[in-house]
């Protein structure tokens, strides 16, 4: 059962359009701070190709993570995180998405 830090994340989450998902899924697959259970490399790469796919600002320079305020204050919320909380973030991100 999810608790109270998770549905706080997800509700976020939900608020955000799919590009911003993509780039927090980015941040989380490649932070040494987050402990996914998952191979982080193979869903980096899936998001990758996917923002890839539908930004182009992503495609052709390196993107400031200072412009997403949102992507930054969600990866702080979980870096608090344990481990099974930050995999059920992880899921769901990688749920929603749907690649």
Same mark, same amino acid.
């Given at each position: 059962m999810r608790d109270e830090k998770v549905n706080n994340v997800i509700s976020i989450i939900k608020n955000m359009d799919l590009k911003n998902k !993509? @780039? !927090?899924? !980015?941040? &989380?697959? +490649? +932070?040494?701070y987050t402990n996914m259970e998952y191979n982080k490399a193979h869903i980096h790469s #899936?998001?990758? *190709? @996917? $923002? *890839?796919?539908?930004?182009?600002?992503? !495609?052709v320079s390196y993107v400031n993570? @200072? *412009?997403?305020?949102?992507i930054i204050f969600v990866m702080a *919320? #979980? &870096?608090?995180?344990? =481990? =099974?909380?930050?995999?059920? #973030?992880?899921?769901? $991100?990688?749920? =929603? #998405?749907?690649?």
């Open positions: !993509l @780039r !927090l899924g !980015l941040c &989380m697959s +490649s +932070s040494y #899936i998001f990758d *190709k @996917r $923002l *890839k796919q539908i930004d182009n600002e992503y !495609l993570m @200072r *412009k997403y305020p949102t *919320k #979980i &870096m608090e995180m344990n =481990n =099974n909380q930050q995999n059920q #973030i992880a899921m769901y $991100l990688f749920n =929603n #998405i749907k690649v």
